[in-house]
């Protein structure tokens, strides 16, 4: 018979089995100094596909990243089986700080972000300028999340054999926004590719379009079949198509530095994560005249300072007319 109270000794006591293991826990995380880098291609879901020193390996995110997740065009460190061989799997350890993001909402109502590509340069907005009409809403809320994001814009328009830019070349004149403008025949014969590869080079460039404006057609013309070697492997593991858009999918253009993110077609594009703050920062002529603003000035109220501050000469009143023009666009839905 066990005796307790003052007579109790150490013997009496029985300690409860530990049903996880005998190790203590503890909050001390691997640091993984070993890791390999790499660079996420594309995400199927909750496998990422990855490019390590030339090799495409399959992985996964590890435990201890919690809710942080990876998406295309991260940097990320990687242990495990990093052979690239079938059936093999690595592990995500760790994910470098991001030079940019490109995030949307579901729409204006979403409070949750969702980032859709990481260190990307550059956004390249295609929109055909005819079957199917610009939507000039879209385009703003487009140019409003690469503004945001750190991502410089290019617009790129197809179909000028089926109507001029001169109109949407006027809306974005003030912007002065890069722009590129093919046709048809061009695009189905290679050389809007050439054109638009100019605006490329150095760069890791993010394609942005809804459905029917060429977006598709024209990286399928930038990153031909003998050019996505590196990336053969990745349909063969998702089991897709030779390329589908249905996820984003960065693709090697020419050199190590230069590459393609192709992104699925969009319906919408939220923007209820949108700080104004952020996106005046593109227009740099007019920074200096938010100084007088209210606290958490929206740019567009009564109480603005740059309305007296355009109107004193300091900077062109058509430039500020463009920030609120973009900064409206939270407010309106693409169709308006």
Known sequence: ?????????EDDIRSRPNRKGNRPRTHIRPKHEGAAEGMVLTVDRGRLT????????????????????????????????????????????????RTSVLRRTADDDDPFERVV???????????????????????????VAAFDGGLTPLLVMTKSDLA??????????????????????????????????????????????????????????LVPEERRRVTGHVNAVTGRGRHTTTSALALPLNGTDDWVIDTPGLRSFGLAHIDPARVILAFPDLVP????????????EPDCALDAWVAEGHADPARLYSLRRLLSTRERTEGD
């Open 1 to 9: 018979m066990r005796r307790y109270g003052k007579h109790t000794d």
């Open 164 to 221: 001029s830019p001169d109109k949407l070349l006027e809306l974005y004149g003030h912007l002065d926004i890069p722009y590129v403008v093919t046709n048809r025949e061009e695009l189905a014969g290679g050389e809007a590719a050439d054109v638009v590869r100019e605006q490329l080079t150095g760069r890791i460039t993010a394609f942005v379009g809804h459905s029917g404006v060429g977006k598709t057609t024209l990286v399928n013309a």
């Open 289 to 300: 005249g938010t100084e007088g603003c209210p606290r958490a000035c929206s740019h567009d």
């Open 117 to 143: 590509v990481a260190n990307a340069d550059q956004l390249a907005i295609v929109t055909a300028l005819a079957d199917p009409e610009p939507r000039p809403r879209l385009i703003d809320r487009c140019l």
């Open 50 to 97: 990855c490019l390590v020193d030339g090799r495409i390996v399959m992985a996964m995110k590890a435990r201890e990243l919690g809710r942080k997740a990876a998406v295309v065009g991260d940097h990320v460190a990687l242990v495990g089986d990093l052979s690239g061989e079938k059936d093999t799997l690595a592990r995500i350890v760790r994910i470098a700080e």
